[in-house]
Every structure is written in C-alpha cells, then in structure tokens.
C-alpha cells in the first residue's frame, strides 16, 4: 500500500480559546501548525488543511485548504469528507487525519493506523489510549478509505455527526497508542500544560 495523504483538521470555531484559528497558537517558539506539519508530513505523500473561512489567511503554510462542503460546521466528519474529495481528485485511496490543537501524536501514527485497519480487515482505523483505565477513542486522528466518501456525505446530509456512530456502521479498528499521546490544546490552561510538558 502506498503512504496516504495527511489532511490537518482546523476546521472547527476555537470557541473555548476565543474563536480564531487555533493552530496558530504559539507553544515554546513554533505555532501549532508547524508542529503538526513536522510531525505528520513525514508520514503521508503530501499534507492539506481542512479549514473554512478565507483561504489565504494560511498561505504562509503551502498546503491546499480545504473547506468543508457540508454548511454550518458539522463537525470533523465534514472535515474528513474534505479530505476524502481531495484525495479521490489526486488518485490516492487513502487519507489520516489529525488534529490541529494535538501537538503530541506520534511520529508513527500512520503505520499503526494501517497496521490496525490490516490486522482486522476493517476500512477504517481510529487512535486509542487506554486513560486511568478508561479506553478512548480518538477519531480526529484517523485512517480513512476514499472509497466510502459518497456515503459520508450522504450520511452528513442527513444529519449524521458523531464520528464513532459512522465508524462503527462501517467497522473501525482501534490503534493502541500511549496515554495522552493525543493530549490537545481546547483552553488557555491546557497550553500552559502543553508548555510546561515541553519544558
């Protein structure tokens, strides 16, 4: 299988930060953004953003941008459906998503992703980590087949939000990864703990 296409997940409204775009935050000298471009373009053939509002506010970053195509922020499914049309445009069959305020995931995220979608024989695979016992998934940091993209759509156009209830119609493997390797960025708080991990 040929590495798939990475597509960064900004397309949400930040409200707990203020509003704007939350990947650009700074975090010890590097924005958001830039950390995980370092991290997950590497892993993938070629790298977009999925995010709405004017376009060129993000040329400093050199990656396509690509809107949502469902109105009304619906959520990183309608993200993820970005992504898909993106790839099916490029030829690939293939994308993972992560998530712009997540500057932590690892720099193996791809492979295990498709590790766990081979080793189950599902189309799709989603982060996981086990938490203070608790098992969490982490479906903004996903492997997605451009082959069920039609039906996303038709499931975003009826209504359908939550990641995990699409998934799972479809059959998602789940990739164990290390407690808060998806730690993200919501509040002012949690990048001053992001800082201080860091330090």
Not at 11 to 34: E, V, Y
Not at 51 to 78: C, H, K, M, Q, T
Request: avoid cysteine; hydrophobic fraction near 40%; charged fraction near 25%.
């Amino acid at each position: 299988m040929t590495e798939p296409l990475g597509v960064i997940l900004a397309g949400g409204q930040a409200r707990r930060m203020g509003g704007g775009d939350k990947g650009r935050l700074m975090l010890k000298g590097q924005s958001l953004f830039g950390r995980v471009i370092r991290r997950l373009g590497p892993q993938v053939d070629a790298l977009a953003l999925n995010a709405n509002g004017d376009p060129d506010r993000f040329r400093d970053l050199g990656l396509p941008v690509l809107p949502d195509s469902i109105a009304e922020y619906p959520g990183p499914l309608a993200g993820v459906l970005a992504g898909l049309d993106w790839a099916a445009e490029e030829g690939a069959s293939h994308i993972v998503t992560a998530a712009a305020d997540t500057p932590f995931f690892p720099e193996d995220l791809v492979v295990r992703l498709q590790r766990a979608a081979d080793r189950s024989g599902t189309p799709i695979a989603l982060a996981g980590t086990q938490e203070d016992g608790k098992s969490t998934r982490h479906p903004t940091f996903g492997f997605w087949p451009v082959n069920l993209r039609r039906d996303l759509r038709q499931a975003l156009n009826g209504g359908l939000r939550k990641v995990v209830l699409w998934t799972d119609t479809h059959g998602a493997a789940t990739a164990p990864f290390d407690d808060h390797a998806f730690f993200n960025i919501n509040t002012p708080e949690d990048l001053i703990v992001a800082e201080e991990r860091l330090a």
